[in-house]
Structure formats: C-alpha cells, structure tokens
Antibody, heavy 114, light 107 residues
C-alpha cells in the first residue's frame, strides 16, 4: 500500500513537501517514483530513485526545483518541491517501480495558484 | 525524449466487442512498453509489461503485442468493468513517457 500526503494549495514560487508511506512490500529493494497527472498534460513521470538512494532521475521540467529522497528505515518516500509554478498543479502519485509502475498510491492534489 | 502516440483518443464500443488500441513510439523501444488502465477517480493500474506480458491477475481477455515502434492492446470481448481510459508508456529510456490515453466508452 502506498499512501501520499502533503498536497495542498500553494502560491507560485512557493514550496511543498510530499510524503509517501509504503507498506506491504519490501520497500528497501524497490525503485520508487513520483508520477503526476493534470488534465492538460495527462500522465507525466516526474522523478525516480534507486533502492539505496544513490541514483535519482528527473524530468527536465523539474530539475533543480524538485528533490526526491527516501528513508528505507521508515519505508517512506518524499518529494521536496520548490519554486512551484502553475504548470506543476496536478495529482501526484507515489509509485512502486523505476520504469514498470506496478503499484500506485491514491494520489495527492497539488494546486499552485495565487 | 521518446514521444508516445496513441490512437484513437476515444472510442465507443458495446459489451462483447473486440477492441484494439494502438500506440506508436517515436523511435524503437524494442519491447519496453507497458499498458495501464485508469478508471475515473482512481490511480492507473498496470495491465501489461514488456509489450505482451500480462500482470498476474489481469483477465486473459487483455493482450498486448508489438515491438520496435508499433504496439497494440486488444480486449477480446469487452466487459462492463473495462470501460476506462488506457495509457501506454515506454521504459526504454529516460524520461519515462506516456501516451495521451484512449478513453473506452459505452456505445
């Protein structure tokens, strides 16, 4: 099970931290990802992180603004988002997998608006 | 980036119909192709990986085929619970990219 939290309304230029609590599988041996979905842009992969946190990858549009991280001791995944823009508004899903997205959380809504 | 183009964007079909959705990649992805199903208000769910391998528990009426740049998802006999939006996605390279989706509606 993957349960996201931390979404909400934030002004342009603001910051937000999303969290994901994982259970029911061996978190420490799984690549993890964030995928977002907005009405205008459909599904968009945002970032992923290797099992031990040593490698991370980002879509170009969020590089330098978003940081994905994990705490294997707490079975948790995070996405720190800074310098948020209107186009970052979306439902953000925590997803098990680095390329094969085999389990998804229910999503958390991020709205960037003044 | 690899662009994924799905067609059609929507279709209307009846229960029992055979439905085919196509997905084309802008360059070869061999068989690094996945299909997802999404119902309204829910997260996507993985149906097929590696172009043709059904995820455990997915009904056998779903099948996938293709390699290189052209892929298809087929539902052999559409059931009421299959009305949803279907997405393809490539995991051949970064960034991972999705098609825009095909909405399957009731005729």
């Amino acid at each position: 099970q993957l349960v996201e939290s931390g979404g909400g309304l934030v002004q342009p230029g603001g910051s937000l931290r999303l969290s994901c609590a994982a259970s029911g599988f061996t978190f420490s041996t799984s690549w993890m990802s964030w995928v977002r979905q907005s009405p205008g842009k459909g599904l968009e992969w945002v970032a992923n992180i290797k099992q031990d946190g040593s490698d991370t990858y980002y879509v170009d549009s969020v590089k330098g603004r978003f940081t994905i991280s994990r705490d294997n001791a707490k079975n948790s995944l995070s996405l720190q988002m800074k310098s948020l823009r209107a186009e970052d508004s979306a439902v953000y899903y925590c997803v098990k997998g680095g390329g094969v997205f085999d389990y998804w959380g229910q999503g958390t809504l991020v709205t960037v608006s003044s | 980036d690899i662009q994924m183009t799905q067609s059609p964007s929507s279709l209307s079909a009846s229960v029992g119909d055979r439905v085919t959705i196509t997905c084309r990649a802008s360059q070869s992805i061999t068989t690094y192709l996945l299909w997802y199903q999404q119902k309204p208000g829910k997260a996507p769910e993985l149906l097929i990986h590696a172009a043709s391998n059904l995820k455990s528990g997915v009904p056998s009426r779903f099948s996938g085929s293709g390699s290189g740049t052209d892929f298809t998802l087929t539902i052999s006999s559409l059931q009421p619970e299959d009305f949803a939006t279907y997405y393809c996605q490539q995991n051949s390279s970064f960034p991972r990219t999705f098609g825009r989706g095909t909405r399957v509606e009731i005729k």
